[in-house]
């Protein structure tokens, strides 16, 4: 089976979140399972920052986006840790940038951009030479592999017999742009329909990828489920629904080289489950010191880990932060970056709360880890997600995540529940509405937990020992593209 990922960011090289996780794992995950497997990403300014062994593979092409020709100029390096070669798609103009798609605003010219990139990565794989049998694309960034490799690559002896399977890591992000770059694409009017490119007048590169590829897949068979509906689906339920017999939702793995406590080089101290408390009395410490304490305090660490935006449901742990920060029973930390408005609010309740409420504002990979390691509990409160990783990360790292039930974390963490306590299959704390209310009373269970050491030792035992490597996801990633390849 050979395989070519294509995604606009990927672990070691660029990453604004799970989609680079993810993009950077599977690769190895599909070769240990016997897949001949490349990437191919866009060639970031931070790419090149990294220290990677990159080199110039000679190989150099024009790509048609409207009436231009820009050039793109293909690079490669390993995929660290998989015997897989990653390719990067070089063109300074579009990717020499401070940050993949924008700052507050997108970039005014992200069509442009990634219809370039889509269109050289499928050139790419032709000149890489065939027959490819998986074209597998990730998110609006690559809608529009599918579409050119039906519509203008059908007869490439490289990818004419390939399938594509588009995955989707959220439908928030369905990359809408304005109906004139139509004609940058190249396509025809024609499939400007609401049956194909065209979503209420504009120019849709999800939809595009959607209505195109001949699998769907996206990364929890819950969120699978919600976005066949509204809202879950965005808009696009109907398409969603009716195409539902090539759908699919895989969990998504995670990176047990890079997230393992026991040998996580981001710790002063590994650990494992056996000396969990000293692991993690170490990590405290030296986030304390991180944030100018002397020493750590003896309340339950809660934390927040990600991007600040409306998903991940900042509303709810601001609201909750106010009145248990007040309280003084817990102590808070938050790392993240997003939305302007979001930050300041946190940046006023740090002030206001100062020895209770941590804020680092940025994003900031080694600290993320060290994060994990030291809280006892990992809030992900989140409106919608369609996998979520920060939970699964909490659970090998001994912290206990507190979620809504929502997409993948319904899928991912197990309520503790006396039945559940019971069988050793509990792992979290589960809510079920968007309120406030809803999680102060979640977190309030699980204080409840902690201050029974008995009981949370026998938690963190539970999440330590869960299984989330990409060993069962590989595999049925490996079964859906062996189901394409055979439709
Ligand atoms: P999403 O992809 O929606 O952002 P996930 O939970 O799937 O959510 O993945 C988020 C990833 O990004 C995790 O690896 C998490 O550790 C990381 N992350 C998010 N925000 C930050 C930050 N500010 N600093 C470092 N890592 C971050
Ligand atoms: C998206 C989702 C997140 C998921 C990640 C990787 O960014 O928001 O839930 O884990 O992609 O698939």
Redesign the pocket.
Known sequence: MRVLEIASEAVPFAKT???A??AGALPGALADLGCEVALVMPGHRDAYAKGLPIESTGIEFEVPVGTRRPVARILRCRVPGSGCDAYLVANDEFFDRPTLYGGSSDYPDNAERFIFFSRAALELACRLGGPWDILHCHDWQTGLVPAYRALEYASHPAVASARTVMTI??MAYQGLFWHWDMLLTGIDWKHFTWREMEFYGQLNLLKTGLVFADAIST?SPTYAREIQSSPGGCGLEGLLSARRGVLTGIV?GIDTRVWNPATDPHLPRPYGEADVEAGKYAARAALAARFGHAAPDARPLVAFVGRLVE?KGIELVLEVLGRMAAAGRAHFVILGTGSGEYEELLQRAALMFPGTVDLAIGFDEGLAHLVQAAADITLVPSLF?????TQLYAQRYGSIPVVRAT??LVDTVVDATPETIRDHSATGFVFQGFDAAGLEHALARAMTAHADRPLWNGLVGNAMRQDWSWRSSGRDYLQLFERTRAS
């Open positions: 979140g799970g989609l996780d993810v890591h959220n990364v998504n998903q997600e369609p996998c979520g990783l997409g993948g």
